[in-house]
């Protein structure tokens, strides 16, 4: 089993700045790809950014591409997610998900273990 506990989350003004950070612990050595996702009232849960733990290949959503950066610190094992030029059309609950196959995909369903979420408030 692995845990991850997401935090760094709040409200902030457009055009505003906010690093979510996610802990992980448990089984961490098999853990291969994490990666975070939004859910915003009344939306599916959408894939924001995604890292390949061993490789560090990195993809992004197309409405976060460009602003957000996803990174990690291996000796921690904490991911991060530094958003920028936040809007608010961002505003949601972020949620840290880890994969224990390899593969980096876009899906939800592909995804083992979750954290409880971290709310997001961006206005305008």
Same mark, same amino acid.
């Given at each position: 089993?692995? #845990?991850?506990?997401?935090?760094?989350?709040?409200?902030?003004? %457009? $055009?505003?700045?906010? =690093?979510? /950070?996610?802990?992980?612990? $448990? =089984? @961490?050595?098999?853990?291969?790809?994490?990666?975070? &996702? +939004? #859910? %915003?009232?009344?939306?599916? +849960?959408? &894939?924001? %950014?995604?890292?390949?733990?061993?490789?560090?290949?990195?993809?992004?959503?197309?409405?976060?591409?460009? =602003?957000?950066?996803?990174? +990690?610190?291996?000796?921690?094992?904490? *991911?991060?997610?530094?958003?920028? /030029? *936040?809007?608010?059309?961002?505003?949601?609950?972020?949620?840290?998900?880890?994969?224990?196959?390899?593969?980096?995909?876009? @899906?939800?369903?592909?995804?083992?273990?979750?954290?409880?979420?971290? #709310?997001?408030?961006?206005?305008?």
């Amino acid at each position: 089993q692995v #845990q991850l506990v997401e935090s760094g989350g709040g409200s902030v003004q %457009a $055009g505003g700045s906010l =690093r979510l /950070s996610c802990a992980a612990s $448990g =089984r @961490t050595s098999s853990t291969y790809v994490m990666g975070w &996702f +939004r #859910q %915003a009232p009344g939306k599916e +849960r959408e &894939f924001v %950014a995604g890292l390949t733990w061993t490789s560090d290949d990195t993809a992004y959503g197309p409405s976060v591409k460009g =602003r957000f950066t996803i990174s +990690r610190d291996n000796a921690k094992n904490i *991911l991060y997610l530094q958003m920028n /030029s *936040l809007k608010p059309e961002d505003t949601a609950v972020y949620y840290c998900a880890a994969r224990s196959s390899i593969g980096l995909y876009y @899906t939800p369903l592909r995804y083992d273990y979750w954290g409880q979420g971290t #709310q997001v408030t961006v206005s305008s």
